[in-house]
T-cell receptor, first 116, second 115 residues
Framework: AQTVTQSQPEMSVQEAETVTLSCTYDTSENNYYLFWYKQPPSRQMILVIRQEAYKQQNATENRFSVNFQKAAKSFSLKISDSQLGDTAMYFCAFMKLPTNAGKSTFGDGTTLTVKP | SQTIHQWPATLVQPVGSPLSLECTVEGTSNPNLYWYRQAAGRGLQLLFYSVGIGQISSEVPQNLSASRPQDRQFILSSKKLLLSDSGFYLC??????????????FGSGTQLSVL
C-alpha cells in the first residue's frame, strides 16, 4: 500500500513571496502519477499540478512548479508570487499506473495562508 | 463539457436514521467513480470506487454502502447512521484507464452531521 506524508500542517507566506510545500511518499511501484490538489475555503477540490513519474522534467503550471525527486520519493510544490487567492488547503496525492481503478492516496494536507 | 453534481450540500441526521447521498456526472461515459470522506482538517479517505455499472469496491469496512445503478450515477447509503459517520463526503470521477491527462474531478461535497 502507498502512503503520502505532508509534514507541514500549516504554513503562511506574505503576498508576492515564494513558498514551498513538502510531500513525501512511500511506494514499491515504479510507474505512477503524483498530484497537488487545492481545497479553498469553498471546499471545492481542484487540480493544481500533475507529475508523471516516468518524466524527469519537473512539471510547471504558471506560478506553480514541483520538485520531483523520484529516488528520494519527494514531491514538493513551489508557489511563486503568492496571491491571496492561493489561501487554501493543499493535498499531495498518489495514483499508481495502470489506472484501471485509478485509486488515489492523499496526504493529510497543508493549510496555506497568504497574508497581505 | 463534463460536470459533476453532488447533493445535498449539507445534511443533519439523527443517529440511527438512513442516509442517501447522490452524485451524477454529465458529459462523459463510463467514468470511474469514487466516494471519499474527509475528516475535519484531514486528508481524504477513499471509501468506495466503481469502474462500471453495478461494480463496487469497498476500501474500508464501515457502516456505509455504495451503488451504481446507472453509468453516471453513484449513490452512498447507510441503513442506520452512527455518530462516527459525520464528515465531509466528496464524490469524484475520472476518465477511463489509459486516458490522457489523468486527474480526479470532484463534486462540491456534502457536510454530514450525525447528532
Amino acid at each position: 500500500a502507498q502512503t503520502v506524508t505532508q509534514s507541514q500542517p500549516e504554513m503562511s507566506v506574505q503576498e508576492a513571496e515564494t513558498v514551498t510545500l513538502s510531500c513525501t511518499y512511500d511506494t514499491s511501484e515504479n510507474n505512477y502519477y503524483l498530484f497537488w490538489y487545492k481545497q479553498p475555503p469553498s471546499r471545492q477540490m481542484i487540480l493544481v499540478i500533475r507529475q508523471e513519474a516516468y518524466k524527469q522534467q519537473n512539471a510547471t503550471e504558471n506560478r506553480f512548479s514541483v520538485n520531483f525527486q523520484k529516488a528520494a520519493k519527494s514531491f514538493s510544490l513551489k508557489i511563486s508570487d503568492s496571491q491571496l487567492g492561493d489561501t487554501a488547503m493543499y493535498f499531495c496525492a498518489f495514483m499508481k499506473l495502470p489506472t484501471n481503478a485509478g485509486k488515489s492516496t492523499f496526504g493529510d494536507g497543508t493549510t496555506l495562508t497568504v497574508k497581505p | 463539457s463534463q460536470t459533476i453534481h453532488q447533493w445535498p450540500a449539507t445534511l443533519v441526521q439523527p443517529v440511527g436514521s438512513p442516509l442517501s447521498l447522490e452524485c451524477t456526472v454529465e458529459g462523459t461515459s463510463n467514468p470511474n467513480l469514487y466516494w471519499y470522506r474527509q475528516a475535519a482538517g484531514r486528508g481524504l479517505q477513499l471509501l468506495f470506487y466503481s469502474v462500471g455499472i453495478g461494480q463496487i469496491s469497498s476500501e474500508v469496512p464501515q457502516n456505509l454502502s455504495a451503488s451504481r445503478p446507472q453509468d453516471r450515477q453513484f449513490i452512498l447509503s447507510s441503513k442506520k447512521l452512527l455518530l462516527s459517520d459525520s464528515g465531509f463526503y466528496l464524490c469524484a470521477w475520472k476518465k477511463g484507464p489509459g486516458s490522457p491527462n489523468e486527474k480526479l474531478f470532484f463534486g462540491s461535497g456534502t457536510q454530514l452531521s450525525v447528532l
